[in-house]
């Protein structure tokens, strides 16, 4: 799949995390110059036979979402990795994506939308799928017949009893699941591909799937 053409002014953290690790990650990021993050809970799905490719197992996680400027990012990426170490085996992974701009924060309004992205290019990229629930095991066996090595599964829920959330037009109520895949480049299309036969994606009400470019990643195993 082609890279995005346009270089992004801020980066979208994902650091996926031992539970119980979330709030200290959040902390240290905010002495790094991160003011806030989201933390949500999710498992991991990788077999230990396949040499702890991701360093996840089945077991809980809590994935941190953090969004900063390029500079602040790349700093605390630095600076994250020197004290949790997600380099290490059983770490955790972690990896980050583009985006175009952060709304609701007056700290990045002004930011340069030509600034700099830094750090080297990277071969990833992280496949997002949101089915019913119950469907996200058949999600991760499709994914795997095409060449994945595993992910993480997130609850997805709404607000409130009376409300939804919407992603791409897409409710995103307490029945669904999220499916995150960090994939290599060459293989994406391949187990997209065996996501949507198998899921019946295109059907309505099946689900949806989107694909972002990966920009750096920590402690990735293969």
Same mark, same amino acid.
Do not use: W
């Given at each position: 799949?082609?890279?995005?053409?346009?270089?992004?002014?801020?980066? &979208?953290?994902?650091?996926?995390?031992?539970?119980?690790?979330?709030?200290?990650?959040?902390?240290?990021?905010?002495?790094?110059?991160?003011?806030?993050?989201?933390?949500?809970?999710? %498992?991991?799905?990788?077999?230990?036979?396949?040499?702890?490719?991701?360093?996840?197992? +089945?077991?809980?996680?809590?994935?941190? &979402?953090?969004?900063?400027?390029? +500079?602040?990012?790349?700093?605390?990426?630095?600076?994250?990795?020197?004290?949790?170490?997600?380099?290490?085996?059983?770490?955790?992974?972690?990896?980050?994506?583009?985006?175009?701009?952060?709304?609701?924060?007056? %700290?990045?309004?002004?930011? +340069?939308?030509?600034?700099?992205?830094?750090?080297?290019?990277?071969?990833?990229?992280?496949?997002?799928?949101?089915?019913?629930?119950?469907?996200?095991? +058949?999600?991760?066996?499709?994914?795997?017949?095409?060449?994945?090595?595993?992910?993480?599964?997130?609850?997805? %829920?709404?607000?409130?009893?009376?409300?939804?959330?919407?992603?791409?037009?897409?409710?995103?109520?307490?029945?669904?699941?999220?499916?995150?895949?960090?994939?290599?480049?060459?293989?994406?299309?391949?187990?997209?591909?065996?996501?949507?036969?198998?899921?019946?994606?295109?059907?309505?009400?099946?689900?949806?799937?989107?694909?972002?470019?990966?920009?750096?990643?920590?402690?990735?195993?293969?």
């Amino acid at each position: 799949m082609a890279k995005l053409n346009n270089v992004p002014a801020f980066q &979208l953290i994902y650091i996926i995390a031992n539970y119980g690790m979330g709030s200290k990650i959040l902390r240290r990021a905010k002495k790094c110059g991160i003011p806030g993050g989201t933390i949500f809970l999710g %498992r991991g799905t990788v077999d230990n036979s396949l040499l702890n490719f991701l360093s996840l197992y +089945d077991e809980r996680k809590e994935i941190v &979402l953090l969004g900063a400027d390029n +500079d602040t990012a790349n700093h605390a990426l630095i600076e994250l990795n020197k004290i949790f170490q997600f380099e290490r085996p059983n770490h955790g992974i972690v990896f980050t994506t583009g985006i175009s701009g952060i709304v609701g924060s007056k %700290r990045y309004k002004d930011i +340069d939308n030509e600034q700099e992205r830094g750090g080297s290019e990277s071969m990833y990229q992280v496949i997002t799928t949101v089915v019913n629930r119950g469907k996200a095991e +058949d999600v991760i066996e499709a994914a795997k017949a095409a060449g994945s090595k595993g992910g993480t599964i997130v609850n997805a %829920r709404g607000s409130g009893v009376n409300e939804t959330s919407r992603l791409f037009n897409m409710e995103i109520e307490p029945e669904k699941e999220m499916i995150l895949i960090l994939s290599k480049e060459e293989v994406t299309e391949t187990i997209v591909a065996s996501i949507q036969k198998e899921l019946e994606i295109e059907e309505p009400g099946n689900g949806i799937i989107f694909i972002q470019d990966v920009q750096k990643t920590y402690g990735i195993y293969e």
